[in-house]
């Protein structure tokens, strides 16, 4: 990264701008949606949606995700289906629980 | 002892060994938050029915959001700060680190009148459940944001920066790799922000 030019930097700059912009909105977005009439599963859903889009900004463009080397995509790749087991842990228990009772 | 690539990048890795080490470092934080993500959907499924939603509706929404906004400026300053470095001005990464700062100083008065506002309503993590997941959530992120300002603050400190006119690349990684911190707690905020305060 050491050969980036002044004018590379600037462009970068835009860019993070940009990010930035979006990210104030949807956080704003999440917060009106928050108040609509909706059932509560559209609402998780909604958020979630939301939420991911600007966690994908944060990382995609703060963290330089979307340049960064493999190594690290495998690693967060591996690091995620982890993360995916363990938000499945709970549901895990809720199937066994409605079958019980 | 020198540390090895901490400049120039591994031939095998194709990464600096700190840029490394932080991703490694980052990922293990997926799996601790993760885990208090999962007691989150666990207790909700397990509560009786409105329970989260009746105690989440006792949050405050507006200064949570106010506190969404700060952490997503203090994201843009401490990237611009970085970038001043880039473009070799040292005077601007002094600006944009000090107000990385004052930033994450907001963000921890904010929440400290949050948290004191429940206290002086009689509600304590003991009260419910809810109150008891949101204040474990809460409380491991604001750990996150200390711990990010002490290191930022010795950065931004003389003692810390005077790296800059010995190795000026070396500093403007340790800058790069606190920023990738930094966006990760502000990450983890974008997903606490609407789980515990708006469903």
Known sequence: MSDHDNGHIQEHIRVYLTVFGALAVLTLLTVGVSYLNVSSTEAIFLALTIATIKASLVAGYFMHLITEKQTIVWLLILTFFFFLVCMFLPMIYDFDHTRLS | MQIPYITEERPDTGLTNSKLGIWVFLASEIMLFGGLFSAYVFLRIAAPEGDFAYWGSKLNIPMATINTLVLISSSMTMIMSWASLK??????????????????????????????????????????????????????????????????????LPFGNKMWTTEPERFTNRIEIAGLYWHFVDLVWIFLFPILYLL
């Open chain 2, 87 to 156: 473009m070799k001005d040292f005077e601007k990464y002094k600006m944009y680190m000090g107000l990385t700062l004052l930033f994450a100083s907001i963000f921890l008065v904010i929440k400290y009148f949050e948290y004191t506002g429940k206290f002086h309503h009689g509600i304590y993590p003991s009260s419910s459940t809810f109150m008891g997941i949101y204040f474990t959530l809460t409380g491991l992120h604001m750990l996150h944001i200390i711990g990010g300002m002490i290191v930022m603050g010795y950065f931004w």
